[in-house]
């Protein structure tokens, strides 16, 4: 694995977790959607629920790769998949600039390129949580979807 790494932690209430490292570039976000479709067929899941779960994904890993890090994606994005008997868990983290999760984003110059990551992740998600702080350096985004 040059480019990305995996690696997997058993729990013994059930849970099954996988941490991918990938560089911070876009055409690494379909590799997370991957991994997520693979822990999809370990639980009974709908398929409404596996897409809301995608789409949550890539909203948090391409606000990753597009922020964190500056034009030139110089970093790393961790995702980990947490499996647990009655609830998926994601967390997305960088190492980039950090940001103020408060803040209202500015929709005149955003919306055109997204800008409605964060409220997309939050409607989509049972529970969300996101530690970030301007000029200080990560990023971490968690949320949850129950089975």
């Avoid at 890090?69 to 998949?81: A, C, L, R, S």
């Avoid at 939050?122 to 970030?132: C, G, K, L």
Wanted: hydrophobic share 35%.
């Amino acid at each position: 694995m040059d480019e990305s790494t995996a690696s997997a932690l058993p729990g013994s209430d059930g849970t099954r977790a996988i941490t991918l490292r990938v560089p911070a570039k876009p055409e690494y976000v379909a590799l997370c959607r991957l991994a997520l479709t693979g822990l999809s067929q370990l639980r009974a899941m709908n398929d409404d629920t596996v897409a809301d779960l995608k789409l949550a994904l890539t909203e948090a890993v391409s606000n990753s790769v597009r922020h964190a890090y500056g034009p030139n994606g110089d970093g790393h994005v961790d995702v980990t998949y947490e499996l647990m008997p009655d609830r998926l868990g994601i967390e997305v983290a960088d190492d980039g600039h950090g940001f103020d999760p408060d803040e209202t984003p500015s929709f005149d110059a955003e919306v055109s390129e997204g800008g409605l990551g964060i409220a997309i992740i939050r409607s989509i998600a049972d529970d969300f949580e996101i530690t970030s702080t301007p000029g200080e350096r990560g990023s971490r985004l968690r949320f949850a979807k129950f089975l």
